[in-house]
């Protein structure tokens, strides 16, 4: 299929809607390419003769209003501009998967859709318009649409309202005029701004050149009276060519973390009031800052003695070394609470107040004097493991702070009893919504699981890579991931995992096998082998859990043996992963998003260590459309016929049961 134009037959090629589903006549909507001679081509979606919706103009690597056009397992897709033809092209890229395109009279979105064969359903994959923003003009000139704010339209930076009372009701049609007017006189001495993560203005009125460098490309706005804005016209590569705009600046939206740079015209006396305003700006912060320093300076004094003795104290926790393997203590800078305000908080360890119990020993929900909520970790007396365990979270989490790693307000140690307080999640743990499909639905839709699976990914990238101390968890897991009360994710129970010593180590060997079945990587299972890898290699199964909604540990499937693992990859390679999917999420979700998250956590959980990404790159990954490397067979990947383990070390063999018997020990 094309959408284009062809320049030497002066054919159109383009999509039109049906009046209904039965009536095959042609309805109001038509998809095409359109552009003008020497003008930067996009795409529009038109009711009638006006424009409805705009992708934004081809950079290089997709429309630049159409950021979830991206590198995806289903289809391919090519944008061909030259002096004979422009268009833009897919091709599917598994022969055995169906998808198509649809104008819809009858909703007024273009749709893809792809065929799942297990439900005999077409799924949509993506669809536009997605939300308010992508109207086109919503905004009007010289506005811009952030879908997150509200109201959604704003002025650009040097731009006001044409009409405050009506931009004020939330009319923005008129759109919004200059601050200081240009003079063409004066041109010289105008300059530019930099707007970044922008949706490009309509082209209607433009000019593109394609063997300038974005310095010439300012030059030439730079000597056009009439020219507004200068952008790369292909971002590839640092950005080539030119794409500049004339007259006012139409159907701008700002992303979060997608669009473009536009370098916007500005007069000399804008240019010098905005000068004067950061310079003002930084007059007062700098004041600020003084006054903080000179606050904080009296307030280290004051604290020093308290930080002295807490020091003192905790080293009552034992001068053993943290795991029984060979990691030393060193010193804390923890607040201690005592006995009988732990005690009243937990209303004295009440049942009504136990959140739970592990190897550790009981979890207590409790309320502080000052009404702050607190969960309580209660060393069991009966349980080693969880003495070392205690140990182990004081030294590490206790120096850790990030977002997405659950907070350590401090700790108890009087006598026998020894306890760690931490900020209390209202959500719980992961597991209970992922796994329980009437509160998944309910509460945890694909945006929330896309932001709970990235949430994840920063915390351990920062405890592999960006701590104090260099971390391997070794115990990631659903229902060690909790939530807080807007559902952001908080890594949590440090109890098992290693500091690396030195900063080229990435990882270790342990006679001692700890973790969870079912989460545990090939290498650790079977050898104690551990490293950042491991630490991958659980996050790739957390994201298939959230993903599907189903464990990996006691997966079951009417249609052969394999765990989650190896369902997954036995949909990845027959081009059938959308079947994957929890259908408690279905409707909420962009299918480009989660179909990135499942190639990803194929690529973490591949057999080879070497082979799985970093979480740095995970990162990358998730947050961007960078093309990704086709995943090799999974660890744990369990054949139908054989029912043996999938990985490769001379003539060694394990069945799943002698693994988790022989070599796990129960949490």
């Known amino acids: 299929m094309k959408i284009g134009w062809d320049f030497r037959t002066g054919i159109k090629w383009s999509l039109s809607a049906w009046k209904n589903s039965e009536d095959p006549c042609p309805g109001d909507f038509t998809y095409g390419i359109e552009m003008e001679r020497d003008t ?99 905004c009007g000139a010289n506005g811009k649409c952030i879908i997150d704010e509200n109201p959604v339209c704003q002025c650009l930076k040097g731009f006001e309202p044409v009409s405050q009372e009506k931009w004020n009701l939330m009319d923005w049609s008129l759109g919004c005029v200059r ?19 922008l949706k490009l203005p309509d082209t209607t009125h433009s000019w593109v050149n394609k063997s300038m460098n974005l310095k010439e490309c300012r030059t030439k706005c730079l000597n056009n009276c009439s020219c507004m804005a200068y952008a790369s016209s292909d971002i590839r590569g640092g950005g080539t060519g030119c794409a500049i705009w004339f007259s006012d600046l139409i159907d701008i939206r700002q992303f979060p973390d997608a669009g473009q740079v536009l370098y916007i015209r500005m007069s000399a006396s804008e240019l010098a009031c905005k000068h004067d305003e950061e310079s003002g700006g930084k007059v007062k912060t700098a004041m600020i800052i003084a006054v903080s320093v000179a606050v904080v300076f009296s307030v280290v004094l004051l604290v020093g003695y308290y930080l002295h003795r807490n020091r003192r104290k905790l080293k009552e926790i034992g001068e053993t070394n943290v795991n029984n393997e060979g990691e030393p203590e060193e010193d804390l800078e923890l607040p201690l609470f005592d006995l009988p305000t732990v005690a009243s908080a937990t209303d004295n360890f009440s049942s009504h107040n136990k959140l739970g119990e592990g190897g550790f020993g009981p979890v207590y929900r409790g309320t502080l004097p000052d009404g702050q909520e607190i969960a309580v970790k209660r060393l069991s007396r009966s349980s080693g493991q969880g003495l070392n365990e205690f140990k182990n979270e004081v030294i590490l989490i206790a120096k850790l702070q990030h977002r997405n790693l659950v907070k350590l307000l401090g700790c108890c140690v009087q006598g026998e009893e020894k306890m760690l307080i931490y900020e209390y999640m209202p959500n719980r743990s ?73 900063g080229d180590q990435t990882g270790g060997n342990t006679n001692r096998v700890v973790g969870t079945y079912g989460y545990m ?147």
């Open 40 to 138: 930067y081509p996009e795409g529009y979606v038109r009711k009638g003769t006006a424009k409805y919706y705009r992708g934004g103009p081809w950079n290089g690597l997709r429309f630049s209003g159409s950021p979830e056009l991206m590198p995806n397992p289903l289809y391919s897709f090519e944008f061909v501009y030259n002096d004979d033809e422009v268009y833009y092209t897919y091709n599917l890229q598994n022969e055995s998967v169906i998808s198509r395109i649809v104008l819809n009279q009858t909703t007024s979105t273009r749709d893809r859709f792809t065929w799942i064969e297990a439900d005999q359903t077409w799924k949509a994959y993506s669809s536009v318009p997605r939300d308010l923003c992508d109207n086109y003009g919503l």
């Open 521 to 667: 990587a090939p290498e650790y299972a079977i050898y104690g082998l551990f490293s950042v890898k491991s630490d991958v290699f659980s996050f790739g199964i957390l994201v298939l859990e959230v993903i599907s909604g189903r464990k990996n540990k006691g997966f079951y499937h009417p249609n052969h043996s394999h765990n989650l693992i190896g369902h997954a990859w036995r949909l990845w390679i027959q081009g059938r992963p959308l079947e994957l999917i929890d259908t408690c999420f279905e409707s909420s979700c962009t299918l480009s998003e989660v179909l990135r998250c499942i190639h990803v956590s194929l690529l973490c959980v591949q057999h080879h260590p070497e082979d799985r990404p970093s979480m740095a790159s995970v990162v990358i990954m998730l947050g961007s459309e960078i093309a990704l490397a086709q995943p090799k067979q999974p660890g744990f990947f369990i054949e139908k016929e054989s029912h043996e383990v999938g990985f490769s070390s001379g003539n060694q063999t394990s069945s799943t049961n002698e693994i988790s018997i022989t070599l796990l020990e129960g949490r």
């Open 179 to 197: 601050n200081k007017p240009l003079s063409c006189q004066e041109r010289y001495k105008d300059g530019f701004v930099k707007f970044v993560g």
């Open 430 to 502: 992961l597991d209970s919504f992922i796994f329980d499909s009437a509160r998944g639905e309910l509460l945890l839709d694909w945006p929330k699981r896309f932001h709970i699976i990235c949430g994840v990914a920063r915390g351990l990238l920062y405890l592999h890579q960006d701590s104090r101390l260099r971390i391997i968890h070794r115990d990631l897991k659903a229902s060690n991931v909790l939530l807080d009360n807007e559902m952001n994710p908080k890594i949590s129970d440090f109890g098992l995992a290693r500091t690396l010593v030195g």
